[in-house]
């Protein structure tokens, strides 16, 4: 039985949010989940489709909006905060909606959960710390002190969105402190798995060679990231939510350092292409080198273990789920491009 019967998900049609709320529906049967999302270009009611009526229900709504968020949250027993502005490249192009979204709506949010004395669980990244060295560039190959972030590390956001992210993280951080707000913080790496909005990486990646379009790469792809597969990021949060110290910041990664040209590669490869089948494109401004998480503490204090660790054949299904879903993708897929082609990426 859980604590939790009835949680509000912010966010809960975006990519990550979705696959969460899919994870309860199969996981958790006494949960019943209110999806607030403001369906941007990045939410999607399909990504909920299917889902029974009498566990899920989806409000369409900004989480800025304080009645909203005030009358939806008196009726929950806790907030799972996925929502949010999340592509680093458009947070270089027009900062504002993050902003709006990643500092004010969280702040709305915070204040409804204070209200009511709700849980509340900031889902956050490992970009707020910045990023790391190459392995290769470190004196002793890798082994050694502040070699992967781990929940103490020193706060260094590179772009608007990780800065917002970051800002998102200390308002929960003093929320706790001065109100005894009951919060947790998760700070996770790279998500990869089904629903990813095609602006992101490896969805990029898989429909450009679907439609007959050379893969891009960012500047020469040596660009560390630490990928987790989705449905594990979904376990994590939960067993956050249950076992969590109040006050905490727990990471959740898998051991899953890839650089970026390793990931196309596969890609390619996976897909019956040339593994150098693609463009060198436009480096991105401010371009966060690596990214890697110490997941110790979260395993150690809570039990959680991610269990879809094997990368490739989470990428393969990856590109299967894109395969078989183009209705879902095609619609989009010339505006996004041009998009990226105007800034020669
Ligand atoms: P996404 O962009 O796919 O989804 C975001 C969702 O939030 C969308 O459904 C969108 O409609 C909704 N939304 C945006 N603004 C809103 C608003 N003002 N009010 C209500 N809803 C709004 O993002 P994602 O990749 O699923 O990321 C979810 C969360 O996880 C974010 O907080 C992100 O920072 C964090 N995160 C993402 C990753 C990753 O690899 N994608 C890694 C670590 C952490
Ligand atoms: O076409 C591309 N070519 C390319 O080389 C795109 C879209 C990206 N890249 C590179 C940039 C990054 O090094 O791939 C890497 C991954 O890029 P994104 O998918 O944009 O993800 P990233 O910037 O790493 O951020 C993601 O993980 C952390 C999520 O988008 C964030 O929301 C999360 O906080």
Redesign the pocket.
């Known amino acids: 039985m859980s604590e939790y019967k009835h949680i509000l998900v912010?966010?809960g049609?975006?990519?990550?949010?979705a696959n969460f709320v899919r994870w309860i529906v199969e996981n958790k049967p006494d949960v019943f989940v209110t999806v607030?999302?403001?369906?941007?270009y990045?939410?999607n009611k399909a990504n909920l489709a299917g889902l029974p009526e009498n566990r899920v229900k989806l409000v369409v709504?900004?989480?800025?909006d304080k009645e909203l968020v005030f009358n939806l949250a008196k009726d929950a027993d806790a907030i799972i905060h996925?929502?949010?502005?999340?592509?680093n490249d458009n947070s270089l192009k027009d900062p504002e909606p993050f902003i709006m979204?990643n500092l004010v709506?969280t702040y709305t949010l915070l204040e409804a959960a204070r209200k009511y004395d709700i849980r509340f669980h900031h889902?956050?990244?490992?970009e707020v710390y910045g990023d790391l060295p190459l392995r290769e560039d470190l004196p002793e190959h890798g082994e050694g002190k502040g070699e992967k972030f781990t929940p103490e590390s020193k706060y260094n956001p590179s772009s608007p969105y990780s800065s917002t992210?970051a800002g998102s993280d200390l308002l929960v951080r003093a929320w706790v402190r001065s109100f005894g707000l009951k919060a947790t913080i998760s700070n996770?790496?790279?998500?990869y798995g089904p629903y990813?909005?095609i602006e992101k990486f490896i969805p990029r990646q898989i429909t450009n060679i679907i439609s007959g379009i050379k893969p891009k790469l960012y500047g020469d792809g040596k660009n560390v990231r630490d990928w987790i597969n989705v449905l594990d990021h979904a376990s994590g949060v939960w067993a956050i939510l249950e076992k969590g110290k109040i006050g905490e910041v727990y990471l959740l990664g898998a051991n899953g350092e890839k650089n970026n040209k390793e990931v196309l590669e596969t890609i390619l490869e996976d897909m019956g292409k040339d593994k150098d089948d693609y463009e060198h494109v436009n480096d991105r401004a401010g371009h966060d080198l690596r990214y890697a998480i110490d997941a110790s503490k979260t395993r150690s204090e809570l039990g959680w273990e991610p269990k879809y660790t094997n990368f490739a054949e989470g990428l393969k299904d990856t590109i299967q789920w894109y395969e078989d879903n183009q209705d879902w993708w095609q619609a989009e897929k010339a505006e996004v491009e041009s998009k990226y082609a105007s800034k020669g990426q």
């Open positions: 912010t966010g049609a975006g990519f990550i949010g607030l999302d403001k369906l941007t990045a939410g709504g900004d989480i800025a996925y929502a949010a502005e999340s592509h979204t709506g889902v956050s990244t490992d992210k996770t790496s790279n998500n990813q909005h």
